[in-house]
């Protein structure tokens, strides 16, 4: 029986995914925003198919700094996997659950093209004190019509279907706290992602500092609508807001 096999373009996308996640991991890296373990993990969409392209960061205690990469099925079945010695079987593979992982939320969500999950100091910290995080930072405002970060407590639940519960209840949130550990973020692309991940976790760190000074206060008038017109989220948010009201 063959192997499972990526075409010429698909290979192709693999590669270019490889290339943002290489940029996006430096960046994170050496704004130190990423914890000293390096977890950092991308899962894309393989346009047009029921395929997950798998990414992620290299230990820091690996003597090859490598990105990992597969590619895999939301059912488990493994079409590419880079850390098998060459000629080696996919049959071989440890990757089937790369696929399982966000399966769910890449196929129910057609919004959705990239999850990654990351651990950073100030997203972990308030991950571990239980705590919503409110997003009271107006340059990580200014990307997301969300006004809070919901708290994924109840790992009972998987989280792909407290995923899917979330966009549900509102499509805007980009991201959800790991109790206890570290974030889960989602979005458009690889960079869009990491950009958000940088600057909601300098938001969650101002916050943080705040919290010695009386706490984070919400915005004052006319912050919001500055923001978000920055970003042309604007015409949405006004009529969030008039929902408020």
Do not use: C
């Not at 700094?65 to 049959?91: C, H, N, R, T």
């Amino acid at each position: 029986m063959s192997q499972p096999s990526l075409n010429s373009a698909q290979l192709d996308f693999v590669a270019q995914a490889k290339r943002d996640f290489a940029k996006a991991f430096r960046v994170l890296q050496e704004t130190r925003t990423l914890t000293a373990t390096n977890t950092l993990q991308v899962y894309l969409r393989l346009p047009e198919t029921d395929l997950v392209v798998a990414l992620r960061a290299p230990s820091p205690w690996a003597d090859e700094q490598k990105i990992g990469v597969s590619v895999v099925s939301y059912d488990g079945v493994v079409f590419l996997d880079e850390s098998l010695a060459p000629g080696a079987p996919l049959s071989e593979s440890k990757e089937a659950g790369s696929g399982k992982r966000y399966g769910q939320v890449l196929r129910e969500r057609a919004d959705v093209n990239v999850v990654a999950h990351v651990h950073t100091p100030y997203l972990g910290g308030w991950a571990g004190a239980h705590r919503v995080l409110p997003l009271r930072y107006a340059a990580s405002q200014r990307v997301t019509l969300a006004r809070e970060l919901p708290l994924y407590l109840d790992r009972t639940q998987i989280e792909s279907d407290f995923i899917v519960e979330t966009l549900k209840r509102d499509a805007n949130i980009p991201a959800l706290l790991e109790a206890n550990g570290g974030a889960t973020f989602w979005g458009e692309g690889i960079i869009q992602v990491a950009k958000l991940i940088l600057l909601i976790e300098e938001g969650a760190y101002f916050q943080a500092l705040a919290e010695n000074l009386g706490g984070s206060q919400e915005f004052g008038p006319g912050v919001l609508e500055q923001q978000w017109k920055m970003t042309g989220l604007w015409p949405q948010g006004k009529k969030l807001l008039e929902q408020v009201v």
